[in-house]
């Protein structure tokens, strides 16, 4: 069995998180009937959302679809770095199966014969599509590129890159001046959502769903795997905005709360 437990924060801020559980075994039990996959998941994304009892968060959608589904409390990565904990979930293997301990590794150099979750699928006769990150990138600087990818894994592959990686990187405001990727750094940009990255990649999830719309008979297995909210934290003007306001209400709830338990002290 493949457990993974993904979330992703969508274009027009639609938040989306997807529980699937799969693998050979369970593909092959359900040929009867076998369901499409959109697979979606957010670059350091945690659960600090409103549906886990953060009410400063303004997730709504994610709210919604959480009280539909089913939401996990206990879920844990495989280990504390990007490129050993996706390349764990993507091929069923703990890192030290894996052999991958570190970023920009490939796991086909370790373990060359393993089949990765959307490599299964594809076995198994699904159309298998990536849009994105799915193993690991360096971030920014890979955006737009396959990064350290399986080209195996998959039968379509697209690296959109928007204005957040092409236009407006020398604007990115960094505490450690010329590195993004690993230190606190942000923008708030005028562009609109459609122009980033993450925009663009929801724009050309919408495109192959509808292709695949058109052969029905063909089940698909689609991964999107989106670059926010990792660092660099780029956004547009107005989602700023919203969370500056956001946390002024919280600060000024939780500055009342703490007066109000010194008062009961």
Request: with cysteine; glycine share 6%; net charge positive.
């Amino acid at each position: 069995m493949f457990p993974s437990i993904v979330f992703r924060h969508v274009h027009r801020s639609l938040w989306v998180f997807l529980i699937a559980v799969v693998f050979p075994g369970i593909l092959r039990a359900a040929d009867a009937k076998r369901p499409n996959v959109l697979f979606i998941i957010a670059d350091d994304l945690n659960n600090s959302l409103g549906c886990y009892d953060r009410p400063e968060m303004k997730t709504p959608n994610i709210d919604r679809l959480a009280a539909r589904g089913v939401r996990f409390d206990h879920a844990y990565c495989a280990f504390s770095l990007c490129g050993p904990s996706r390349n764990s979930f993507l091929t069923g293997l703990y890192p030290n199966s894996t052999g991958i301990l570190a970023n920009a590794q490939i796991f086909r150099q370790t373990i060359p014969s393993q089949v990765s979750l959307p490599q299964a699928f594809r076995q198994q006769g699904y159309f298998a599509a990536r849009i994105g990150k799915l193993f690991h990138y360096n971030v920014p600087a890979s955006i737009g590129t396959n990064g350290h990818d399986d080209p195996a894994s998959w039968e379509v592959e697209t690296n959109p890159a928007g204005v957040d990686r092409l236009d407006e990187e020398p604007l990115i405001y960094s505490l450690t001046p010329g590195s993004f990727g690993g230190t606190l750094s942000w923008h708030a940009s005028d562009s609109p959502d459609e122009k980033h990255t993450d925009g663009i990649e929801a724009a050309d999830a919408e495109w192959i769903l509808e292709r695949c719309a058109k052969h029905p008979e063909r089940p698909f297995f689609l991964a999107v795997g989106f670059f926010r909210p990792h660092t660099p934290y780029v956004a547009p003007r107005r989602i700023s905005i919203c969370i500056r306001r956001s946390r002024y209400r919280f600060c000024r709830r939780a500055s009342k709360t703490r007066r109000t338990c010194r008062r009961r002290l």
